[in-house]
């Protein structure tokens, strides 16, 4: 088992930045990859960028050039730091590990409770 805390979510002006974190706990050595996600009201949840262990990483185009995820100093925290927000962006943004099994295959997703970014026109 894994639990994730996110913080940093907050109201912001359009251009304006935001850092979110996440930090995980419990079964941390099992994780394979962190990553955030966002979801909008009515509206499905989105990747928005994801990294794995050996540093890699996958962001969404709406994203790109826009948003930075990085580990901490320990691969259970993971962070997001959003630059150039746009109006669009407002969402709940979800903190999420994926982790292994003994035998180095998949295990699980494991969630945070969420965090909202609201970015005003």
């Known amino acids: 088992q894994v639990q994730l805390v996110e913080s940093g979510g907050g109201l912001v002006q359009t251009g304006g930045s935001l850092r979110l974190s996440c930090v995980g706990s419990g079964s941390i050595f099992r994780i394979r990859s962190m990553g955030w996600y966002r979801q909008a009201p009515g509206k499905q949840r989105d990747l928005v960028a994801t990294?794995?262990?050996?540093?890699?990483?996958n962001y969404a185009d709406s994203v790109k050039g826009r948003f930075t995820i990085s580990f901490g100093n320990t691969r259970n925290t993971v962070f997001l730091q959003m630059s150039s927000l746009k109006p669009e962006d407002t969402a709940v943004y979800y903190c999420?590990?994926?982790?292994?099994?003994?035998?180095?295959?998949?295990?699980?997703?494991?969630w945070g409770q969420g965090t909202q970014v609201t970015v005003s026109s």
């Open positions: 990294i794995i262990t050996d540093g890699s990483v």
């Open positions: 999420n590990a994926a982790t292994v099994a003994r035998s180095g295959g998949y295990d699980a997703d494991y």
